[in-house]
């Protein structure tokens, strides 16, 4: 009894233990962070994008300095530390950001991307009011104000600006002032003057910014003095896909507004918009026209500009009655067949020469016109006739024609097997019946065409298998049943 007690004790204590031992392992899990010392040691990683693949490029990290020619340069920080970076320029391209500070006290990744350099300038309007600093929305006449607009160079380059604020009621200039300033990347400054309205009314200012290099834009607000703000909201238009300093336009519930960056804003109240995005020469929005809902808040919608191009594309067949081949016979006239698809995004012209070969003698030689709009097609047929067994090529050539000119856009090529001519072939078989009466032997001749094929199975030969088998059974069974007698 003693004995199962402590065999019983034993094995309860066993069972403890290993539950008490799963249960520390599975609460102490593996991604929680240990107190950080001064012996870590963390990655570091800056990430390129925009250089030609194999460019070299170099990251300065505090005082380490470290270069490669692969999208990626990682630096090995031991400890905690607050580091400046420096990014220098290679060739004509200009990174993003080029500097900064970064805490080492984890490892992390910091997108660098690299451009060539380009201007854009963003505005907004700021209305301040002098005694309290703060934006306003309404002007009261009698109070002093900063009217003005705030200039953000988002391009990569520095610039020079040139910003000239005039002030306008009913039509009649109240001010007009202009500053220069110089605006470095990144930046943001302010442009304004000091101004005491002396009565009511909706006034207007207009602001024109010009900077280095082709950049010249005319900003429209309106400024309430002592009347009602209906509120109004920014409404963004950012173009993608132009050239750099490409003039665009974009109406806006019946309004026009032409730009040379990247931004085209306009200022509306809560409602339903429509817009139209005008024709740029070469290019063609993807989107051109839609409707925008403005709702107590700012929007931004994105054009995409896409190059107009005229894109055909060819797709070659050849059959025979109606059915497509790969190889040919030389006494058969065939069918080739030539579909042309315009998969480009505007209309234009071409042509196309067909031509086929055997050896140096040609069996077919034709051109044809096609103007096709976009996502339409046409076909094209022509009929030949192989000469002899030998390779045949063929080729279908594609031109399109542009401002500049013919230019090729596509050139199949197919070379095909050809056999020999099919043959017309006599096969003669005779079937001979005996008649045991009469002793006459009859014969019938059948006579057919067809292509070779393989000899059909003897039918005597199979009826003479059936009765020998049928015999051999028959014998065994014979055998089994004396066998039994016997016995018996």
């Known amino acids: ?132 600093g703060s934006q306003v929305s309404e002007l009261e006449p009698g109070n002093t104000y900063e009217v003005g607009v705030s200039v953000y160079n988002q391009g990569n380059i520095n610039t020079n600006v040139i910003v000239n604020n005039t002030m306008l009621l009913n039509g009649k200039v109240i001010y007009s002032e202009t500053s220069f300033g110089t605006l470095d990347r990144g930046t943001k400054v302010s442009f304004s003057v000091l101004w005491t309205p002396n009565s009511t009314g909706v006034y207007t200012l207009l602001v024109h910014v010009s900077a280095e290099p082709n950049f010249s834009e005319t900003f429209s607000y309106p400024v309430y003095v002592g009347v009602s703000n209906a509120k109004t909201y920014n409404v963004s238009f950012v173009e993608v896909g132009l050239p750099q300093g490409s003039p665009w336009s974009v109406t806006l519930n019946g309004v026009t507004k032409e730009s040379t960056s990247k931004y085209i804003e306009f200022q509306e109240t809560s409602g339903n918009f429509t817009y139209l995005i005008n024709n740029v020469t070469g290019f063609l929005p993807k989107t051109q026209e839609g409707t925008i809902v403005v709702t107590n808040s700012s929007v931004n919608v994105t054009i995409v500009f896409l190059p107009l191009v005229f894109k055909p594309v060819t797709t070659v067949e050849i059959s025979y009655n109606n059915s497509q081949v790969t190889t040919l016979n030389s006494n058969l006239t065939y069918s080739v067949l030539v579909n042309i698809r315009n998969e480009g995004n505007y209309s234009g012209s071409g042509y196309l020469i067909l031509t086929i070969e055997q050896g140096s003698t040609s069996i077919l030689s034709r051109e044809f016109n096609f103007t096709l709009a976009p996502m339409q097609q046409e076909n094209f047929s ?107």
């Open 382 to 488: 022509a009929k030949f006739t192989p000469l002899n067994s030998s390779q045949l090529t063929m080729s279908a050539v594609t031109y399109s024609i542009t401002q500049k000119g013919q230019v090729s856009v596509s050139n199949i090529t197919k070379v095909l097997e050809v056999q020999p001519p099919q043959h017309v072939t006599t096969s003669t078989s005779t079937t001979q019946t005996n008649t045991t009466k009469t002793n006459t032997s009859v014969t019938t001749t059948n006579t057919s065409t067809s292509v070779t094929s393989p000899p059909s199975a003897n039918s005597s030969s199979s009826s003479d298998l059936l009765y020998v088998a049928i015999v051999i059974v028959v014998i065994i069974i014979v055998a089994a049943v004396v066998l039994l007698r016997r016995r018996s």
């Open 1 to 132: 009894m003693k004995q199962k007690v402590w065999l019983l004790t034993f094995l309860t204590l066993l069972i403890s233990i290993s539950a008490i031992y799963q249960l520390n392992v599975n609460s102490s899990p593996n991604n929680v962070v240990p107190n950080s010392s001064s012996n870590d040691v963390y990655t570091i990683t800056f990430n390129e994008t925009g250089l030609p693949q194999g460019t070299q490029w170099t990251v300065k990290l505090g005082n380490l300095t470290n270069s490669s020619n692969t999208n990626i340069i990682t630096f090995k920080i031991t400890g905690l530390s607050y580091l400046h970076y420096s990014i220098p320029n290679v060739n004509n391209y200009i990174p993003t950001p080029y500097q900064g500070y970064v805490l080492v006290n984890r490892s992390l990744t910091i997108d660098v991307n690299f451009s060539l350099p380009y201007l854009s300038i963003k505005v907004n309007e700021e209305l301040i009011q002098q005694s309290t």
